[in-house]
């Protein structure tokens, strides 16, 4: 969740060729093994840390003698642009710890106590709050907004799609690890009885489906849970920096790879109810999903449409939308989704109207689904879009 400048460097060179050995001693972790090599990686730790104090990626940078930071990672950039007179040691490997090195360093005059101290900039105005969101035209947005009208209890888990819990949305119950919205969804489902067990619907992107929730399902089926599970096939790792994985059809580098097919996948495992939906079209959607949580057995939608923050062009962005003041009631049913490019212009006197912001609008038509007055049109066109 952060990123900063980097220099590129020629790759390390006269490294061993890379060879096989037989060694089950050490690569065999029976306990008895395990006894033997406890005191190994003990010793290895002790070198690491005499290692680690001597490479530039922990440095002491020397200012003030008042005082010392000691951080690493992004804490390290927060720490210099509050403390900018600060000395501070930078950690670029923190276990094990260069103790040696902390201890030159601890030889500053004084450190930070907890006091307080005083700080190198101030806001000068009072900004308002920005809390996190999901970006303009992402494929998630309409589904928490279907779940949410459906009074789903909604078990999530990691990814950007964790900000289906904020509100205008505010569907998404729990988040706990990755994975876990497969398995609380199984468990609420057995121990629950009446209207509520049919409530329960798990979320779970497509990388981490791959990454850990494919043994959730299977454990799902085996014990004949009749929850719903969402895959949000988004084609992408979206959340740390949109890496490929193996459900997006290429390798890291870009090369073209085999692109897992999800809804075979889920078929594989028990699975017999897979649907796949346009989560751009809410109507469709809605009708997926209802009939999904209603069934007696285990059931899995895949949401497919690309994120909107691709590198490749897959026709994610179209031709941006504006409204029609004329049309516009103020009503504002299109903000109840919560998209950053749906600005509130209030007038006096009045209730006020909804405008789009054209340089952040991609034209995924959710908020035109939701006008019942049709004031939303294509950007520069007379023509409503509806």
């Known amino acids: ?74 804490s390290y950039q927060y720490a210099r642009e509050v403390l900018p007179d600060a000395s501070v040691l930078k950690l670029g490997l923190v276990y094990p710890l260069p103790t040696s090195l902390i201890r030159e360093f601890a030889a500053v005059a004084s450190a930070i106590t907890g006091e307080a101290i005083g700080v190198a900039h101030e806001a000068k105005i009072e900004l308002p709050n920005r809390p996190p969101n999901m970006c303009p035209g992402c494929p998630h947005r309409g589904v928490f907004y279907t779940l949410k ?81 969402i895959i949000l096939d ?65 059931s899995v939608v895949i949401t497919e449409a690309p994120c909107i923050l691709i590198k490749r062009d897959v026709g994610q962005r179209k031709t941006p939308l504006e409204i029609d003041p004329d049309k516009c009631t103020g009503c504002k049913a299109c903000l109840k989704i919560g998209c950053p490019a749906i600005e509130w212009q209030p007038d006096e006197g009045e209730c006020g109207k909804a405008v789009v912001n054209e340089l952040l609008c991609v034209g995924c038509t959710i908020c035109d689904q939701l006008c019942k007055f049709d004031a939303f049109k294509l950007a520069g066109s007379e023509v409503n879009n509806g």
């Open 1 to 74: 969740h952060s990123k900063s400048i980097v220099e590129s460097g020629e790759p390390v060179t006269g490294l061993p060729e890379p060879s096989l050995k037989s060694d089950p001693a050490k690569f065999v972790m029976l306990p008895g093994n395990a006894r033997q090599r406890h005191h190994v990686v003990e010793a290895e730790l002790i070198k690491m840390a005499e290692w680690s104090a001597t490479q530039s990626f922990n440095r002491i940078e020397e200012r003030s003698a008042e005082v010392g930071v000691i951080t690493g990672g992004v």
């Open 149 to 229: 009208r459906l009074k789903a209890f909604v078990t999530g888990d990691i990814g950007c799609y964790t900000l289906g819990f904020m509100p205008p949305l505010s569907a998404m119950d729990t988040c706990i690890c990755m994975g876990a919205s497969v398995g609380n969804a199984t468990g609420l489902n057995k121990v629950l009885t009446g209207p509520d067990k049919q409530k329960v619907v798990g979320v779970i992107g497509d990388s981490t489906f791959l990454h850990t929730g494919i043994n959730g399902l299977m454990d799902m089926v085996y014990n004949n849970s009749t929850a719903t599970l």
């Open 234 to 298: 988004n084609s992408i790792t979206a959340m740390t920096g949109r890496q490929e994985n193996p459900s997006s059809g290429f390798t890291l580098d870009g090369e073209k790879s085999k692109k897992i097919d999800l809804a075979l996948l889920c078929r594989s495992v028990g699975v017999e109810h897979v649907r796949k939906v346009n989560p751009w079209d809410l109507d469709a959607t809605r009708a997926v999903i209802k009939e999904e949580m209603e069934r007696e057995a285990p």
